[in-house]
């Protein structure tokens, strides 16, 4: 019993950062409809700059985290104000290309790095006994990676709610034309929801880096499977984004504790997501908590 | 008055038939005949390196592929991420039969046109499943749809035993007229093989689109709930679009399994599937010209960025992998640049040129 509850807690903390991976994926979603492809490209980015800053430039974490998320802010608006300004008004097909375009290039600029190829890993900072309790344990980095994760959460959804800034991307989000008429502009909330997305990955980022170690090809799949999150909780909605990523989390746990060597399966949780994406896709494609759009001709 | 079929300064239909013709004067039929005949004949003149004939040909089965992609992102403006993965299937669909039969089975050696068109059935019956959710979403969602199978297919054949775990897999050599066709001529014997092909599935596609069943398609793309109310069932002709693309990507698989002798896991990832993006991006969405200029495009771009890479890494050393880095980064840019500033890829300059010598020596 107590490797079950094992598997929940790990699942609970790698589904609490795809919920914070999916968070800035929604956001771009719901205030410009754009499918953002090269996410975890920004995720992965905001990683390294946050390794880049602690080790390299010899700021402690706490500082360099905070730091990462400013610049990867910074970084995520110019490349709205870059690429994707230019495309507002054109068929939303080519900004998904532009995205899957800027994924490659991001791609290619990390390559350029020493982070291209090998791994990383972020210097101890907190103890290194885990806290164990009833038989399950949990490392010191995976309970402040959740705690921070659960706060960021709460702040964004603090923000949505109250902020007049917030106020404005959710209006944005409705009615376009709607909240162009009383005076906010559209193109700055465009830029806003990328930069906020940008900080959101940068602090997941950060926290998977101290929790699995920097990896571009781990950071890649954090990136690919925010798919299967935003799908199952409805493309839409970041409660369902929360929800659903604690959920792809403990079945890939549980794929990966239960499934794998029994029946000659393996790597059931690497699949395990794409499989329940598309059975998603076919039967209730608005998720579980995604708004069903009313198409008027 | 009767129309000169060898000379026209503009458009002057009188009929819907008249602007169905493939070729709109007989000077364009010509040319294109002339083109196809250096085509066939070039390889006989002159002598080619096998390394350069391998390049042409992996342009040509590019070109059959990105027909397929073409099909759907460009006239039925469903975005695919997968479409490497659909190229896989082709390839192995092929790879099965020499896992059980073994690679010299004579299905594999004498009877390729039929295991390539097999091939072609199973790459559409994948692509019809994977669109499937089509019936009931919108582009969106279909993108997700077939990244997904993209990270499905990687996975099922990283991690299956009757695969090799993604190893190289040996496909036999094939049986001419004149016997088997050995390794001095196997590049020019493919060349063959894969330039009918691509001119076949042209002429396919060309008709296709002259054809109820190719507007269909095209009518989908510009406004569903119109085409709807057309009479047309917009998710039905968005599967059937998957389908279609699925065949040409089996075609390509097999092509490219007999054409490398093998198949490998390595040849159908998710990078492969967005430098088909690109080579449709770049070519022009929507275009047949396109199909054919994309991939020449980006396979010459690939190659150059090769040697480039070459060149730099003897300054950089330090600095990390640079060639892996090159051809990301180089799709990439091609790609975003292609989309911000010139949409209508090569076909639109291709489209320029054209006119310009049509109505040559007038301006406009």
């Known amino acids: 019993m107590s490797y079950f509850f094992q598997l929940v807690v790990s699942g609970v903390v790698v589904g609490s950062i795809y919920a914070l991976s999916a968070l800035g994926f929604v956001l771009i979603y719901k205030s410009s409809r754009v499918l953002n492809i090269a996410h975890g490209q920004i995720i992965a980015a905001g990683a390294f700059i946050t390794y880049a800053l602690t080790v390299w430039a010899g700021i402690h974490i706490a500082v360099s985290f905070i730091l990462s998320m400013v610049i990867t802010f910074f970084l995520a608006m110019s490349v709205e104000r870059i690429f994707l300004r230019r495309l507002i008004g054109e068929p939303i097909i080519s900004v998904i290309m532009v995205t899957i375009g800027l994924m490659s290039i991001i791609d290619g600029i990390v390559y350029l790095t020493p982070f291209g190829a090998g791994n990383f890993s972020f210097p101890e900072f907190l103890p290194r006994t885990p806290i164990s309790f009833w038989g399950v344990s949990m490392s010191w980095t995976q309970m402040v990676g959740v705690v921070i994760t659960f706060t960021m959460i709460g702040a964004f959804t603090w923000f949505f709610k109250a902020s007049t800034v917030g106020i404005s991307m959710r209006a944005v989000s409705d009615d376009q034309f709607a909240s162009m008429s009383i005076g906010i502009s559209v193109p700055k909330v465009f830029g806003l929801a990328w930069a906020t997305a940008g900080l959101s990955a940068a602090a997941a980022g950060g926290i998977i880096g101290n929790i699995t170690g920097l990896n571009f090809e781990v950071l890649h799949s954090f990136g690919i499977i925010v798919f299967p999150v935003v799908i199952v909780g409805g493309l839409d909605s970041i409660f369902g984004a929360i929800v659903a990523g604690i959920i792809m989390g403990l079945i890939q746990q549980f794929a990966a504790g239960y499934l794998d060597g029994n029946w000659g399966l393996f790597g059931t949780a690497d699949v395990l997501p794409y499989i329940i994406l598309l059975i998603i896709l076919l039967f209730k494609p608005h998720g579980l908590f995604g708004i069903h759009e009313i198409e008027r001709v | ?364």
């Open chain 2, 1 to 364: 008055m009767s129309e000169n079929r060898w000379l026209a300064t503009g458009n002057f239909f009188t009929s819907y038939k008249a602007e169905q013709r493939i070729f709109l004067t007989n000077v364009d039929k010509l040319v294109f005949a002339c083109f196809l005949l250096l085509l066939f004949v070039w390889p006989l003149v002159f002598t080619v390196s096998n390394k350069n004939m391998l390049v042409i040909d992996s342009i040509l089965i590019a070109i059959v592929a990105v027909y397929g992609l073409n099909l759907l992102t460009g006239f039925t403006g469903l975005i695919s991420i997968g479409h490497a993965a659909f190229v896989g299937v082709g390839a192995y669909t092929l790879a099965s039969f020499a896992q059980i039969l073994g690679s010299d089975h004579v299905l594999l050696t004498h009877c390729w046109p039929l295991m390539i068109l097999l091939a072609g059935g199973v790459g559409a019956s994948f692509g019809a499943v994977v669109g499937l959710p089509a019936l009931r979403l919108k582009h969106l969602y279909l993108v997700i749809a077939t990244l997904s199978f993209q990270m499905i297919f990687q996975w099922a054949i990283n991690f299956s035993k009757f695969f090799d775990q993604g190893q190289t897999i040996a496909i036999g050599r094939v049986f001419w007229f004149t016997g088997k066709v050995v390794r001095k001529q196997h590049y020019f014997f493919w060349y063959y093989v894969i330039l009918a092909t691509v001119v076949v599935l042209g002429f396919a596609v060309r008709n296709l689109l002259r054809s109820k069943h190719g507007r269909c398609l095209v009518a989908v793309r510009d406004n569903d709930r119109a085409a709807d109310a057309m009479g047309m069932h917009p998710g039905f002709t968005k599967v059937y679009a998957f389908a279609l693309s699925g065949f040409f990507a089996g075609v390509a698989g097999a092509l490219h399994a007999y054409l490398w002798r093998g198949v490998g896991f390595e040849s159908f990832m998710l990078h492969h599937s967005i430098s088909y993006l690109a080579m449709a991006i770049v070519g022009g969405l929507g275009t047949l010209v396109g199909s054919f200029l994309g991939p020449a495009a980006i396979l010459m771009l690939e190659l150059q960025m090769e040697n480039f890479a070459e060149f730099v890494g003897h300054f950089f050393t330090a600095v990390g992998d640079v060639a892996t880095a090159f051809r990301p980064l180089s799709f990439g840019l091609v790609i975003v640049l292609f989309l911000m500033f010139e949409p209508r890829g090569i076909a639109n300059w291709w489209r320029i040129a054209r006119s310009y010598f049509k109505l040559w020596p007038f301006r406009y």
